[in-house]
Each structure stands twice: as C-alpha cells, then as structure tokens.
C-alpha cells in the first residue's frame, strides 16, 4: 500500500497529536523550574490544535484505512473532539493544583497528551488489534499518573490496586477477543460481523468470548462488581490527576463498547443486553445508595460515577441507533460535568491543604458566590434538574429504552435517580446554607475561573438548548 499525504489525511489529528506530544516532552527537558509553565502552554496549544485538524480533515464519508483496522467516520471525530476539549478543561484546572502542592512537573502534560492519543485511537478503532493498542497506551498513562506525587502513600497504594485490577481486565479483554479471533479468523470488526451472520460458529464459544469482553468494557466504565478500582482511585490519586481520570476516558470507554459490540458483535446483541441489563441495574443501585454514605467528596463522586455509568449502559443495550446516539450525549455530558466537579475541588484546595471532603464545601457561597454558582449547575445537571442537560441527557436515554418496551427498566432508573439527588442537592445545602469551615480566601488564576465559566455556563445553555449536541450524536450513528 502506498502512503501519501492524502491517504494520511484522516489520521492527520493522530499524526500532530502524537508528533507535538513529543515536542513538549523533549521542550520540558530544557526548561526550568521557573519556565516550566512554557509545558502548560505548550499543551494547551497542542489540543487546541488537534481538535483544528480534527475538524478541518472531518466531515464526509466515512473513510476505513489501514487494511480494515481504522475507521475516519462522524462518530469518531465527535467522540475526538469531544475528548480533547474536556481534556484541556482537566489541564487547565489541574495548573493551580499542582503548583500549590508542589507537584508541578512536565510530565503531568506528556503523560496527559499520550492518554489523549490513546484515546483517540480507540475512538477511531475498527479491529481488535488497533482497540488494544488504543486503550493499553491510555491505561499505561493512566496508572503513571495515579502515582504522580512520588511522597503520597495514598496515590502509591492506588496505583497499585489500579495497576493490578487493569491489568487483570485487560487480560480478560483479550482472552475474549482472542476466543472471538478464534473463532471467526477474522481481526476487523466489519470481517466479524460478517462471520456472526453466517450462523455457522457454534454460539457456546461466541457467547464465551463475549462475556470476557464485557467484563473488560465493565471494568473500563467502572460499572458494578467490576467496580472496586474507582472511589479507591479516584481517593488515592491527586485532585488533579482524579479530574482527568474520572471524565476524558469515559468518552473512550463509550468507544470502546460502541466499536466491540455495536460494530463487531451486533448479531450477539440479545446475549449482550441480557448482560448489560444486570450490569445497569446493580450500578445504579450500588452507585446511588453507597454514595448517600460518603463524607469525602472524591468517593462521592466516584460512587456517582459508577450510578451514571448505569445509564450509559441503558442507552447502549436499546441495541439500536436511537439508543447509541441517546448514550454518546450522556457520555459526553458527563465528561464535561465531571471534568467542572473534579477542578472545583482543586480550585478550593491550596498549598498543604487538599479539599476532598463534603465539610470542604460548606460556606462556599460566603467564600466564592460564582464557584458556588458554577458548582451548583454542575451538581444539578448531574442530579438530572432541569433546565440543566443532565436532565436531557436521562431523558433522552429513558426514552430509547422505553422505545423497545423495557418500561420496567426505564422505572428502575427513575426510581434510583430519585435517590441520587439526595447526594447532590445535600452538597448545593452545604454550600449555601451552612457556615464555612474554612474561612481562607480563595484565589483562583484567570484562566481557571474563564475555564469554570465556560464549563458551568456550556451545561446550562446545552440544557436550554440541546438540539445541537443531540442531533450531532444521532448523525454519528445515522439517525
């Protein structure tokens, strides 16, 4: 096959991604400490640019390169840029933190941008090799980071439970994709489609294989019982590595189900909703009920987490375009809740002191009333309040369940929905009912307040009008 600038095209964002990763990796060996924030820029930059590119080579047909094994089409630049732009949401927040706390170092930036490919990457794999290779370098990143602040017991023991538990599933993953490989011979998800549907593969061994990929898929989102990684880590590691990890890598873990089952394994869909159904169920049920429990914020939100992980799953298993577009909205909207949830949390912490309890935010709106303004639409649209999108985004989902007649599911939802805005609404009590514990004024850079602004204000207007972002997700499937 020949290589040329124009069979290169669809992956140009992959290209300068990786090829400006590597310029800031090699820049921040020369800059000192008190240049280092040149690496910050650098970064930022860097997305700003990929997601210019991203749009730029978009659009069209969809394009598959590479003998089968990568796909340029609608889905994938959305879930790109969507990915990029809530990851320089997390850099932009994670900035002051790392300063105060005396962390501050290059390789937070690098680690950050190879997460960022390796998530594209999956966002854009169409076989079982090219998904691997995606999601190992994003959890390779990943587990680095976790163990960012080398004098942190805590981040040390987190990394390890990270380390050990991924490793695991990733193994699980690929003990599924190989008995599927083995099954049908084929690699690109197109090719095992196609096998699928001859019926002529003995559906004890498909079925086999397909659990082992679920249990991967499961424990990437984090759903319940593949679950006992997520308030540990997100405890364990700094706020600022937390705020990464807890909202860019959902969009790609999105990918990753989308691209296995509604790509390759479409014809085992009604042994796959089966699955996803306990999955969804048992998430929202653990994640709401244990996180009424919490007193740190950090597991709080890893418990909710966990609950709107739930949801993602009901939109995926409707197991039709209605459903994937209903789940690629949630998804995105999460990210970008979760990614103002997490750099709240650093914002309110300061040298020697981390915020990570719910006590942390009494008084907030004596202290910062817009904060506690930005902080409230956030922990309201996670609630699922109008006229916030958390409440388009459930109700968008609920609606694709219900169209394939699982009321009863779509009632199970609501039920445990009820229950999580008990969390939520007693940390907006917190904030403008209760006096502060903490009396410090807050000083917060520029550019994370235009950063919280952008972040909070984006959720309420897609709330007052979610057309746009919705009717995008129905055209990545088709709809």
Not at 115 to 131: D, E, K, N, R
Not at 269 to 292: K, T
Not at 340 to 350: E, N
Request: glycine share 8%.
């Amino acid at each position: 096959m020949q290589y040329d600038l124009t069979s290169l095209m669809p992956v140009m964002p992959e290209i300068f991604l990786l090829s400006a990763a590597c310029v800031v990796l090699v820049v921040d060996l020369f800059l000192s400490e008190r240049t280092r924030l040149l690496t910050y820029g650098l970064s930022l930059a860097t997305l700003i640019g990929t997601i210019a590119v991203t749009v730029w080579s978009g659009g069209g047909e969809a394009q598959v390169l590479f003998d089968g094994s990568y796909i340029r089409d609608p889905m994938s630049d959305l879930l790109k840029v969507s990915l990029l732009v809530v990851t320089g949401f997390a850099m932009v927040y994670a900035k002051d933190y790392l300063v105060q706390q005396e962390i501050y170092r290059g390789e937070y930036y690098t680690l950050g941008l190879f997460a960022a490919l390796g998530m594209m990457i999956m966002a854009s794999a169409y076989s079982f090799l090219t998904v691997y290779l995606g999601l190992e370098l994003l959890a390779l990143s990943m587990y680095a980071l976790v163990a960012f602040d080398r004098d942190s017991k805590k981040g040390s023991e987190a990394a390890m439970k990270y380390f050990v538990l991924g490793a695991i599933a990733s193994g699980m993953l690929l003990y599924g994709m190989s008995m599927l490989y083995g099954a049908t011979g084929a690699l690109s998800f197109p090719q095992v489609a196609s096998a699928l549907q001859t019926g002529a593969i003995d559906e004890t061994v498909l079925v086999f294989g397909l659990v082992f990929i679920v249990i991967g898929v499961a424990f990437k989102f984090g759903a319940v019982p593949f679950h006992m990684w997520v308030p540990d880590v997100y405890h364990g590691a700094p706020t600022a590595v937390t705020l990464l990890l807890g909202s860019a890598p959902k969009i790609a873990a999105f990918a990753l189900a989308i691209r296995l089952l509604a790509d390759g394994m479409q014809s085992l869909s009604p042994h796959w909703q089966d699955m996803l159904i306990i999955l969804a169920v048992i998430s929202l049920a653990i994640g709401n009920l244990v996180a009424i429990a919490q007193d740190n914020l950090k597991r709080m939100l890893a418990y909710s987490t966990i609950s709107h992980v739930g949801f993602i799953f009901l939109g995926i298993l409707a197991a039709n375009d209605k459903g994937y577009g209903a789940a690629l909205f949630y998804t995105i909207v999460y990210a970008l809740t979760a990614a103002g949830g997490f750099g709240v949390l650093a914002m309110i912490s300061r040298r020697g002191f981390d915020a990570e309890n719910l006590d942390d935010l009494k008084g907030l709106n004596d202290r910062s009333p817009w904060m506690a303004a930005m902080m409230g639409l956030i922990l309201f649209s996670m609630a699922g309040v109008p006229p916030t999108v958390g409440f388009f985004a459930k109700l968008f989902v609920l609606e694709a369940i219900i169209s394939i007649d699982m009321v009863w599911l779509a009632g199970v939802a609501v039920f445990f929905s009820i229950i999580g805005a008990y969390y939520y609404l007693r940390a907006v009590k917190m904030m403008y009912f209760d006096k502060p514990v903490d009396e410090a004024a807050l000083e917060v850079s520029a550019d994370s307040s235009v950063a919280l602004s952008i972040n909070g204000l984006a959720l309420l207007g897609l709330g007052l009008f979610p057309a746009a972002l919705f009717t995008a997700c129905r055209a990545a499937f088709g709809v």
